[in-house]
């Protein structure tokens, strides 16, 4: 039996990762799984996957299988919502960049470890049922731990256990880098191992996604459909957005909320980033939210979304608080969103939004982002205020909390001003150019001809200095 060990830093062991992904020719919807374990021989040399080749359902089953049987009983899943190898190539230093490697102790680990196993290429349906297949093979029920409660964690030799830890994953750049998302995570896998290193707890550790973090289409079907693309049928059209929430009184709807994007993001302490999606909780067929406590009248109209418990928090409430007030300058009652109120676990963080979210109150408010802390629109009431760990994200928003008179949106007012900063520079560079224009004509103009001329066969012209 010889272990399947590392032969070198994990760094080379991306770069022989890189080539697996290259020579993939359908290299669409794949996970990596990396598996190590405190105890050897789980797994012999020719069970490691041929290069490119992508592992099956049933054959990740077996490397599971072979490791549980062989191995401790006690499992630790670190589970990412995605991952693929191009996370390892980018920022894993697979070409020698140690110093922007965000994979350090995952790297430690997989050399420290006495078995270890990478599967480059697993089909992300199989990685997705791993902790359903883990659950099975230890016959335990998993528990979901908080890197909060990292801590308190004791083992037992005997006892089989199945630890899941869930770790997030962005794509995007508005509250943190996909790097800096995947150097947190890392940190986690270290303090998690460095704890099972100082209680002397034997395990086996699986770091996988749920899904893969990015889909490369398949290039040989889009060439192998290009000569029938003109004889398709045209695409059929895209779906009708979800409808908005809407707020019934004894009397009709009173309150509508819509939006193509609702995130928040918690900062926990310790730096961990919590983040929340909440935009299919609230609209559409799997919305899932209690507009309990809510209310409206000709000047106050408050709307909470009640999601109940989210992700840990208990009690998980979104309030949007509206006053319609008049107005003497402009004879007229507007409305503004005075603040957005926060509450979960008996705390609440509450943001002012009564500056620049506001609107005629016959009218809608729109904008295309309302967001607290990139050109915010909402602010924290306090620097002492829980909302200054807290980072909100409305894409598409749009709200009305007076003279609603059905489903449907009154005009709205939005946020963006009739002179934007391209419009501005648009005016000032055609006001430049017509300046330099003019000033072009004015010196032509000036221009003068002579009205004398020399004549080379008579006799020279003399001008008095008069003239």
Request: with cysteine; glycine share 6%.
């Amino acid at each position: 039996m010889a272990d399947v060990k590392m032969q070198s830093r994990v760094g080379l062991a991306l770069c022989s990762i890189l080539f697996a992904f290259s020579s993939l020719g359908q290299c669409s919807d794949q996970v990596p799984v990396v598996i190590w374990s405190s105890e050897s021989s789980l797994w012999q040399v020719q069970d490691a996957p041929a290069l490119g080749h992508v592992v099956s359902g049933s054959q990740l089953v077996t490397y599971l299988s072979s490791a549980i049987s062989n191995g401790p009983r006690n499992v630790i899943l670190f589970l990412q919502d995605k991952l693929s190898l191009d996370d390892f190539t980018m920022y894993g230093g697979a070409y020698g960049n140690k110093q922007d490697n965000a994979f350090p102790n995952l790297e430690a680990a997989l050399e420290m470890a006495p078995s270890s196993l990478v599967l480059p290429s697993v089909d992300w349906h199989a990685s997705s049922a791993v902790p359903a297949l883990l659950q099975e093979k230890l016959e335990t029920s998993p528990v979901y731990l908080e890197p909060s409660t990292l801590r308190q964690l004791r083992l037992n030799h005997s006892i089989s256990s199945l630890l899941v830890l869930r770790l997030p994953y962005t794509t995007s750049t508005q509250f943190m880098s996909p790097k800096e998302m995947l150097s947190g995570n890392d940190e986690v896998i270290g303090e998690v191992l460095s704890i099972l290193k100082s209680q002397a707890v034997p395990y086996t550790a699986v770091f996988t996604a749920l899904r893969p973090s990015r889909v490369i289409p398949d290039v040989s079907l889009a060439v192998e459909n290009l000569g029938r693309s003109l004889l398709q049928a045209p695409p059929k059209p895209a779906a009708a957005p979800h409808p908005p929430v809407m707020y019934n009184n004894s009397v009709g709807p009173c309150i509508l909320l819509w939006a193509e994007n609702l995130t928040m993001s918690h900062v926990r302490s310790g730096g961990v980033l919590v983040r929340f999606e909440l935009t299919s909780r609230t609209f559409g067929p799997g919305a899932n939210v209690s507009l309990t406590d809510s209310m409206c009248n000709h000047t106050h109209s408050r709307l909470v979304l009640n999601y109940g418990d989210v992700e840990g928090y208990k009690d998980f409430k979104v309030i949007f608080v509206m006053n319609s007030r008049l107005y003497p300058v402009s004879a007229q009652h507007w409305f503004t969103l005075d603040n957005i109120e926060i509450e979960y676990n008996g705390l609440k963080a509450r943001f002012n939004g009564s500056r620049q979210i506001y609107a005629p109150q016959n009218y809608s408010f729109h904008c295309q982002s309302v967001t607290s802390f990139r050109n915010p629109l909402l602010v924290p009431f306090s620097s002492s205020d829980n909302a200054t760990n807290w980072r909100v994200s409305f894409t598409e928003f749009q709200i009305q909390g007076f003279n609603v008179t059905g489903p449907s949106f009154s005009y709205a007012s939005d946020c963006a001003g009739f002179f934007t900063p391209g419009i501005w520079m648009g005016l000032l560079t055609t006001l430049l150019m017509v300046l330099i224009l003019t000033y072009g004509l004015h010196m032509l103009m000036q221009l003068k001809t002579m009205d004398r001329f020399d004549d080379p066969k008579g006799a020279s012209i003399s001008v008095p200095q008069t003239e």
